[in-house]
């Protein structure tokens, strides 16, 4: 066969075709109700020429594995992509390999997919111009495990979908987000190094979401965040580093969320918390050498801060059980007039501020007099 199109057009259900090392420059290939296997022999690319998707796909039981996939049209009106999924089921798209891409990977209304051991690069330059790297849409149990998606406009979306993981995956120097989550529900992320980008994770409307083991690193920018944390309830953030980033995390209207066993190091802001933020639970985390540890709004505290290690802390421990015997009070003074006045963040090393920041420790005044650790632990924790 001289096309690809040509040999599926030929296919029949349970098929495996073989595609031959070489360039085959063809869009808009069409796979409809058949459910064959795709493996590329050698890498061979497949070259849209940037005038259109490269692969349609609408069927069930069918995987495509070892292609690259190359060139694929952009447009304001159309969600061009590397790999097109739709209405589909029980699938595996694996190994392959997309570069110079709109969208990469696009799945919408499937469901027991996963997409595995992908590399998605491009060359985004602003955000309208450019598509995610994994868009998946209206979906169930989806698993995106170990791929590597970098230079898109997000690294990996998910928008109305639910029951799915996100896992071992690496998703660095794209223009927004390195994942996204928009109305999703009962999903889990863990083991993904977020790096570089706009911002590491963004997590809004939605909820009961475990965010476990994930790295959020090098996030920087004046509205840049490792996690912004956004009318989402009822989830838990565990064992999770967040380094070098402007504002670690970003929380607003968010409920009943547990972060516990998390490292904060060297960030702007560890933890900043805005309106609306009840019943959060902070246990057992490492809040190492950030400018500040938590920045708060308001005078009213509904949130729970016990047995933390906080570097700043400067309590003793007579009883020597390894809880500080004076209670640790995380927000400052400054932090409260940093958020009212940025350019006030210039004075941030000096002596007057440590001043102001004590005098606001022994008498509260407009910060939360209840936001306290009360059990601050006098050594770090090693999990």
Same mark, same amino acid.
């Given at each position: 066969?001289?096309?690809?199109?040509?040999?599926?057009?030929?296919?029949?259900?349970?098929?495996?075709?073989?595609?031959?090392?070489?360039?085959?420059?063809?869009?808009?290939?069409?796979?409809?109700?058949?459910?064959?296997?795709?493996?590329?022999?050698?890498?061979?690319?497949?070259?849209?020429?940037?005038?259109?998707?490269?692969?349609?796909?609408?069927?069930?039981?069918?995987?495509?594995?070892?292609?690259?996939?190359?060139?694929?049209?952009?447009?304001h009106? *159309?969600?061009?992509? @590397?790999? =097109?999924?739709?209405?589909?089921?029980?699938? !595996? &798209?694996? +190994? #392959?390999?997309?570069?110079?891409?709109?969208?990469?990977?696009?799945?919408?209304?499937?469901?027991?997919?996963?997409?595995?051991?992908?590399?998605?690069?491009?060359?985004?330059?602003?955000?309208?111009?450019?598509?995610?790297?994994?868009?998946?849409?209206?979906?169930?149990?989806?698993?995106?495990?170990?791929?590597?998606?970098?230079?898109?406009?997000?690294?990996?979306?998910?928008?109305?979908?639910?029951?799915?993981?996100?896992?071992?995956?690496?998703?660095?120097?794209?223009?927004?987000?390195?994942?996204?989550?928009?109305?999703?529900?009962?999903?889990?992320?863990?083991?993904?190094?977020?790096?570089?980008?706009?911002?590491?994770?963004?997590v809004?409307?939605?909820?009961?979401?475990?965010?476990?083991?994930?790295?959020?690193?090098?996030?920087?920018? *004046?509205?840049?965040? @490792?996690? =912004?944390?956004?009318?989402?309830?009822?989830? !838990? &953030?565990? +064992? #999770?580093?967040?380094?070098?980033?402007?504002?670690?995390?970003?929380?607003?209207?968010?409920?009943?969320?547990n972060?516990?066993?998390?490292?904060?190091?060297?960030?702007?802001?560890?933890?900043?918390?805005?309106?609306?933020?009840?019943?959060?639970?902070?246990?057992?985390?490492?809040?190492?050498?950030?400018?500040?540890?938590?920045?708060?709004?308001?005078?009213?505290?509904?949130?729970?801060?016990?047995?933390?290690?906080?570097?700043?802390y400067?309590?003793?421990?007579?009883d020597?059980?390894?809880?500080?015997?004076v209670?640790f009070?995380?927000?400052?003074?400054?932090?409260?007039?940093?958020?009212?006045?940025?350019?006030?963040?210039?004075?941030?090393?000096?002596?007057?501020?440590?001043?102001l920041?004590?005098?606001?420790?022994?008498?509260?005044?407009?910060?939360?007099?209840?936001l306290?650790?009360?059990?601050?632990?006098?050594?770090?924790?090693?999990?």
């Amino acid at each position: 066969m001289k096309t690809i199109q040509a040999a599926v057009d030929m296919a029949r259900d349970g098929d495996i075709l073989k595609i031959k090392s070489g360039t085959y420059k063809e869009h808009d290939i069409s796979i409809i109700d058949k459910s064959i296997s795709i493996i590329g022999e050698g890498l061979p690319v497949i070259d849209a020429q940037m005038k259109g998707t490269a692969l349609s796909i609408r069927a069930e039981n069918f995987s495509v594995e070892g292609l690259k996939i190359i060139n694929v049209g952009r447009s304001h009106t *159309s969600d061009f992509a @590397g790999i =097109l999924v739709s209405n589909s089921k029980n699938f !595996e &798209l694996k +190994n #392959n390999r997309l570069d110079k891409v709109f969208f990469g990977i696009l799945l919408e209304r499937a469901s027991e997919g996963i997409i595995l051991g992908n590399k998605i690069t491009s060359n985004a330059k602003s955000q309208s111009t450019s598509g995610n790297g994994v868009h998946i849409w209206k979906s169930e149990k989806i698993t995106v495990k170990n791929n590597q998606v970098i230079g898109l406009r997000d690294g990996i979306y998910l928008e109305f979908v639910n029951n799915s993981e996100v896992i071992d995956n690496l998703c660095k120097d794209n223009l927004r987000y390195g994942l996204h989550f928009m109305f999703s529900d009962h999903d889990l992320y863990k083991g993904n190094v977020f790096e570089n980008n706009g911002a590491g994770v963004a997590v809004m409307y939605s909820k009961f979401i475990d965010m476990h083991n994930n790295k959020f690193r090098k996030n920087w920018g *004046s509205a840049s965040y @490792g996690l =912004l944390l956004k009318e989402i309830n009822d989830s !838990e &953030l565990r +064992n #999770n580093i967040f380094e070098d980033n402007t504002i670690a995390i970003s929380a607003d209207n968010t409920n009943r969320i547990n972060y516990i066993e998390n490292n904060f190091r060297n960030n702007g802001y560890a933890v900043r918390i805005r309106g609306a933020v009840y019943d959060n639970n902070f246990q057992r985390n490492n809040f190492l050498y950030n400018s500040f540890d938590i920045a708060y709004t308001g005078k009213l505290n509904n949130n729970k801060f016990s047995h933390n290690y906080w570097s700043g802390y400067s309590g003793y421990d007579l009883d020597k059980n390894g809880i500080g015997d004076v209670p640790f009070r995380p927000v400052s003074l400054f932090s409260y007039l940093v958020n009212k006045t940025p350019e006030a963040i210039v004075l941030l090393r000096s002596t007057f501020i440590d001043l102001l920041d004590f005098s606001e420790k022994v008498s509260p005044i407009f910060t939360p007099a209840n936001l306290i650790d009360d059990q601050p632990l006098m050594k770090r924790i090693q999990w």
